[in-house]
């Protein structure tokens, strides 16, 4: 069973960066999909990026294209995301998330695996 435990969350100032790690435990992780959402304060979870299981292939919702950058490294179990030029409106707690079934790219749907969450605070 694959465990995610996010971690690089914080309070940075608009127009800064941020680097989210995502460590997954467990023998499969390298062969599943997986994907950064997050949930900001009275609003539903959102899809923010996807990467599939070699990083070949990878999606991002309208609001983040361009700033943010998924990416992986299957040797360290780890997923990533860069977050650039940040506003007040990224302001969430971020969430990694799998999609469990081995090889699957469905990316904006389908994840079974989450983990606890880290925040992010973009100060205007």
């Known amino acids: 069973q694959v465990q995610l435990v996010e971690s690089g969350g914080g309070l940075v100032q608009a127009r800064g960066s941020l680097n989210l790690s995502c460590a997954g435990s467990g023998r499969t992780f390298s062969a599943l999909a997986m994907a950064w959402f997050r949930q900001a304060p009275g609003k539903e979870r959102e899809f923010v990026a996807a990467i599939n299981w070699n990083g070949g292939r990878t999606d991002y919702s309208d609001s983040v294209k361009g700033r943010f950058t998924i990416s992986r490294d299957n040797a360290k179990n780890t997923v990533y995301l860069q977050m650039n030029s940040l506003k007040s409106e990224d302001t969430a707690v971020y969430y990694c998330?799998?999609?469990?079934?081995?090889?699957?790219?469905?990316?904006?749907?389908?994840?079974?695996?989450w983990g606890q969450g880290t925040q992010v605070t973009v100060s205007s």
């Open positions: 998330a799998a999609d469990r079934t081995i090889g699957a790219f469905t990316p904006r749907y389908g994840y079974d695996i």
